[in-house]
Nanobody, 114 residues
């Protein structure tokens, strides 16, 4: 199983980025997909989740700014991030979950700074 994130980078406050996570080696449509993030000195935290049936949930800190979506035909999950803030700076990780089985990507750095 491989989860490969892309789309991170440096962006100014108020800007936007779209992260992608391409999955292979699993039955993608059967997995709940999530984005987590971890800033230096902090624990990894859930940012957004989309279930295999398309229901979504978000951390309070990103509600109204971030949108998670999935394309089962492309085995890909996305995170559209708008109105970015410096406190969104972190490494963002893709996660695939099927009951007790979890897979992680290698992470992509997002830095929000002027």
């Amino acid at each position: 199983v491989q989860l490969v994130e892309s789309g991170g980078g440096l962006v100014q406050p108020g800007g936007s980025l779209r992260l992608s996570c391409a999955a292979s080696g699993l039955t993608f449509e059967g997995y709940d997909m999530s984005w987590y993030r971890q800033a230096p000195g902090n624990e990894r935290e859930l940012v957004a989740q989309i279930s295999r049936i398309g229901s979504t949930r978000y951390a309070d800190s990103v509600k109204g700014r971030f949108t998670i979506s999935r394309d089962n035909a492309k085995n890909t999950v996305y995170l559209q991030m708008n109105s970015l803030k410096p406190e969104d700076t972190a490494v963002y990780y893709c996660n695939a979950k099927f009951f007790q089985t979890r897979y992680w990507g290698q992470g992509t750095q997002v830095t929000v700074s002027s």
